[in-house]
Nanobody
Framework: QVQLVESGGGVVQAGGSLRLSCAGSRIIFSSDVMGWYRQVPGKQRELVATITSGGSTNYADSVKGRFTISRDNVKNTVDLQMNSLRPEDTAVYFC????????????WGQGTQVTVSS
């Protein structure tokens, strides 16, 4: 069972920056895709960014050019550098690991709150 622990959330003014970190316990396979999702009350959880072990990335259009995802395959960590934050980035951010073994299985962290004040 993979466990993911996030850190780095908080309150920041619009235009500011935050860095989220996620550490994975147990073995992370090279085929696992890691990433970040976010959710606001009353809405579905949405993709923010994902990254493969080879460094291929995918970003939501709303964060392209502002957020950068990175991964350390030795330390089993994935980080999200968030710059030029906007009030609409306010959400609970969840670390995610996608594993494909016949079927897709998702593992989630407990979530960390990011609040951007205007």
């Amino acid at each position: 069972q993979v466990q993911l622990v996030e850190s780095g959330g908080g309150v920041v003014q619009a235009g500011g920056s935050l860095r989220l970190s996620c550490a994975g316990s147990r073995i992370i396979f090279s085929s696992d895709v890691m990433g970040w999702y976010r959710q606001v009350p009353g809405k579905q959880r949405e993709l923010v960014a994902t990254i493969t072990s080879g460094g291929s990335t995918n970003y939501a259009d709303s964060v392209k050019g502002r957020f950068t995802i990175s991964r350390d395959n030795v330390k089993n960590t994935v980080d999200l550098q968030m710059n030029s934050l906007r009030p609409e980035d306010t959400a609970v951010y969840f670390c995610n690991l996608q594993r494909m073994v016949l079927v897709r299985k998702d593992y989630w962290g407990q979530g960390t709150q990011v609040t951007v004040s205007s």
